[in-house]
């Protein structure tokens, strides 16, 4: 039979051997990676004299790192919801928003635990991701990205009317929190704090992605009909991917308060951070949570690269990842498209059935079939 | 009929798109135990009635009964656990996952810390069902030996590599009833199996859909005809615009006046 033999050949074109290699060759480069980032802030200054000699600079780019750090948590929480659930976020700067200004007030109201009150950002986020979910379980596509869009123009538009004067009133509705947000004032122990803190998160997205709630959250993203058929509550699916996902970008959102000192809306609720988020998690490839990682490095380092070219360089700088994402992910970005359409109505059952390729002897029963039911 | 043996009771069930009437008024029950038969030609409502069953469309008129509870208007992932399944007349397999995950994801239970028993369970329940419906055995001998049930559950089966768009279209159906099978459902509602499907491989469904008869589940089966339910069906219905045309023994609605008009009308095909 001619499929037993496409079968064979198939088998033999793809040997065990190779892809455990394969296997082996990514454990290495992720391992290898890690090291490099723990290691970094004593072999960057022997890569680059000049930082053993001016020591600030080395703490300029240990600041570029932490918020490479943040961004990477921004964008590896927008691939779950995006990559993995297929609900494309275009507001995630809200969550990131609502984890901020919880932080900023907490700490100066009450000056609690900065890791209780990051904790509670976090929170508060996915209460916040909750209530959008209620409404976006009845958009798809490109309705729903709208929703996400215009939940987080409308938060940083209410903050700036409201202008929470909680600590010294700076730009519209910013809150400065400093000295009451500050987790530390070493540069290093602030890089690996936040090294842990987005090594934390990643290893919990990984670890739930390649769980059965991984696999629902595929299915309800590839076909929800089917998925429902297949007895999954795809509506509750959903709504966890919302939460889980908003509650990282609560978490970037509240550590970078502690990062930075101030909470405000020309920042954080910036909605150029929702497309940062979403361009990070696709240039490092849309559902692999740890590509996101990879983004968001070259995301900041691009962005402090180019810092001379002053307010210019983001316009290089989503030019320069809109040109990689065209040559090089031409897949990954066709994958965001195809999550951007509005989906298809489902296959009509009465329909005939797309022609498939079968063996010689299939085609002709099928054929006898056509011919034999009356138009 | 006594509702005491009858699995599903379908009341009155109606249901147009626009001006069309798919389904109107239609009524039967499914017993438990038994090889049901949906018969009618092509567009005659038997994919929109197993849509008005399982949930995926509302009926505008009439109810459905399941175990003695009224299903209707429950969301679709609510009545499969509930126990009936659906295998879909267009296979619909999910593409990106591998044959196993495809069957996997119908093991998955909805409560986020419920006992979905461990992967490796899971991972064995997934062999087992590809193995009984045939997946394991569209490969040659020598490069299946992992779906021994045997294993340690990481076994080299093809079903674990591969993706279903390596399946021909008698595995793609396979696949489809794997899904509906692994959701462990009373009642299973096969749309059109036989379609496409060479003679040998009617009679290897036939067998499977027997077995899983022995095992107490209830079918129903949907076809164009009568040709291949004939020697595998308990009882039929022949649907014909959306109604109930006649039900019976497969000899008794094959000797009914009115399915022989609508044979003779050419509107039922005959073999
Ligand atoms: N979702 C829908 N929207 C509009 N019309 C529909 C829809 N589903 C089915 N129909 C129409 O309802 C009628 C019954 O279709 P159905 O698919 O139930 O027939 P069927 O008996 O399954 O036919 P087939 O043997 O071709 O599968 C057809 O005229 C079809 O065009
Ligand atoms: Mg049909």
Redesign the interface.
């Known amino acids: 039979m001619s499929h037993r033999s496409r079968l064979r050949s198939r088998l033999r074109s793809r040997s065990r051997s190779r892809s455990r290699t394969a296997r082996l060759v990514k454990l290495g480069g992720a391992l290898l990676a890690l090291a490099l980032l723990l290691g970094l802030p004593y072999w960057l200054p022997l890569l680059v004299p000049a930082m053993q000699q001016n020591p600030f600079l080395l703490y300029k780019w240990l600041n570029v790192l932490v918020a490479a750090n943040v961004l990477a948590i921004l964008g590896m929480s927008w691939d779950l919801l995006g990559g993995y659930a297929g609900q494309i976020s275009f507001g995630h700067s809200l969550f990131l928003g609502l984890g901020a200004y919880t932080t900023a007030i907490l700490s100066v109201l009450y000056g609690w635990n900065p890791w209780l009150i990051i904790a509670l950002g976090g929170l508060v986020a996915a209460v916040g991701g909750l209530l959008v979910a209620a409404p976006a379980l009845r958009l798809h596509g490109p309705y729903l990205s709208l929703m996400t869009l215009v939940a987080a123009l409308a938060f940083d538009r209410l903050m700036r009317w409201l202008k929470p004067e909680v600590g010294i009133p700076g730009a519209e509705g910013a809150i400065l929190c400093v000295p009451h947000c500050v987790l530390t004032l070493d540069a290093v122990l602030k890089y690996y704090y936040s090294l842990g803190l987005m090594l934390l998160t990643a290893l919990l997205l990984w670890a739930l992605t390649r769980s059965r709630v991984g696999l629902a959250l595929e299915a309800v993203r590839d076909d929800e009909a089917a998925a429902q058929a297949a007895g999954l509550n795809a509506a509750k699916y959903k709504t966890l991917a919302f939460g889980v996902s908003s509650f990282f970008a609560g978490i970037a959102g509240a550590f970078y308060v502690y990062h930075i000192g101030s909470a405000a809306p020309a920042d954080v609720l910036n909605l150029q951070r929702s497309v940062e988020a979403i361009a990070v998690a696709v240039l490092g490839g849309m559902g692999t949570i740890f590509g996101a990682i990879g983004g968001a490095l070259f995301f900041k380092v691009f962005e402090e690269l180019l810092r001379p070219a002053g307010t210019l360089r983001f316009a290089l700088l989503f030019s320069l990842a809109l040109l990689i994402l065209l040559l090089v992910r031409s897949g990954a970005l066709g994958r965001l498209w195809a999550g951007l359409r509005p989906r298809p109505s489902p296959p009509r059952e009465g329909a005939e059935a797309p022609p498939t390729v079968a063996s010689a002897s299939e085609t002709e029963e099928a054929e006898v079939e056509v011919k034999a039911k009356p138009s | 009929m006594s509702a005491m043996n009858a699995l599903l009771q379908v009341q009155r069930l109606s249901k147009a798109f626009g001006g069309l009437q798919a389904v109107s008024d239609l009524s039967f029950d499914v017993h438990e135990g038994e090889i049901l038969g949906l018969i009618g ?3 005659a409502g038997k ?2 009635l ?2 008005l069953i ?1 949930g ?1 469309h509302k009926p505008d008129r009439g109810r459905v009964i399941f175990q003695g509870q009224d299903i209707t208007g429950w ?4 009545i ?2 509930a126990g009936i ?2 295998a ?10 591998t044959i196993a ?1 495809n069957v ?3 093991l ?1 239970p ?1 409560g ?1 810390f419920a006992r ?1 028993g461990s ?1 490796r369970a ?1 991972a064995r329940r997934v062999r087992e069902i590809c193995r009984r419906v045939g997946l394991c055995a ?3 001998e020598g ?1 299946r030996r992992g779906c021994d049930l045997s294993g340690d559950g990481d076994g ?1 089966c ?1 079903c674990r ?2 993706l279903p768009d ?1 399946l ?5 159906r396979k696949l489809e009833i794997a ?2 099978v ?2 462990d459902p009373k009642l299973l509602l096969l ?1 059109e199996p036989f ?4 003679p040998a491989e009617v009679e290897e469904l036939s067998a499977l859909i027997r077995e899983l008869r022995e095992e107490g589940r209830t079918l129903v089966v949907v076809d ?1 005809n009568m040709r291949g339910l004939m020697r595998l069906v308990d009882r039929v219905i022949v649907i014909h615009f959306g109604q109930k045309l006649a039900e019976g023994t497969p000899d008794e609605v094959a000797r009914d006046p009115a399915v022989q008009e609508a044979y003779l009308a ?2 039922i ?1 005959e073999e």
């Open positions: 030609p092509n567009g994919t929109t197993f849509n399982t995926v969301p679709t992932y609510k499969v656990n399944a659906r879909f007349q267009i296979p619909r397999p999910f593409r990106h996952k995950a996997e994801i119908s998955i909805n986020l979905g992967r899971r569209l490969w040659p490069a080299d093809p590599r591969e390596v021909p279209q008698a595995g793609l899904k509906a692994a959701t749309d379609a496409g499907l060479a164009h050419g509107t095909e």
